[in-house]
């Protein structure tokens, strides 16, 4: 009984914290949401839309911090979302993205970054429990504008497509030698039970939450294949 009691008061104790997790990841959700839509409503900028109806799987790191690179280890969250069998986008899982060189095109001490997974082969890295862009995983800087017509043959063949916007300017991004890793506990504290990456992007074993919902429904509808 005294064991039981214990349990209970430990678990207890543990909910304000898991509470406050997950919190933390439904904002994150809210700025990934808000940057695409965004993105997408700048005109004459931004991902072209071709490209986004090209991709597998779609990346949002809202905030991404510059002075913490400097110093090295996790500098920023985010989250991906992956195409389904009907061709929407399933429920997104978090990851965190850091070390190796960045490549800042800008002045800022922080920046948005958005990366398109575009074939089996980049999935494939994505649900490891970690990858290096410019190593195991090509990544190329991803062009700007409302088409891909000035995307090179480079761009339109690599495994990755990135983009970077700080200060109100969008820009493709260098991310080479950055790390990507699945974030476990967020993934956790945010569906309630330990999953892994396959399971959420892949095999879309747990559901579309009402938080997720905007973020989903935003990435599907500008990335619906004709």
Known sequence: MRTFVAFLLSAFAMAPVLAEGREADVKKLAEAEKIMTETMSAPDKGIPRELLQRAECVGVFPGVK????????????GVFTCRQKDGSM????FFTIGGG????????QE?????LIMNPNGVSHLLRDRFTLGGE???????VGRTASA???VQLHAEMLSWSR????FLGASLNGTVIRPHAKANQEFYGKPVSGKDILVDAAVPISAEARPFVNTLSQYSRRS
């Open 151 to 153: 995307a090179t043959d």
């Open 101 to 108: 060189s960045f490549g800042w095109q800008f002045g800022g």
């Open 166 to 169: 700080s200060r109100g300017i």
């Open 66 to 77: 510059k002075a913490a690179f400097v110093v090295g280890g996790e500098f920023g969250r």
């Open 111 to 115: 920046a948005d970054l958005i990366l």
């Open 137 to 143: 995983a090509s990544a190329t800087a991803g062009p």
């Open 90 to 93: 399933g429920p997104p899982a």
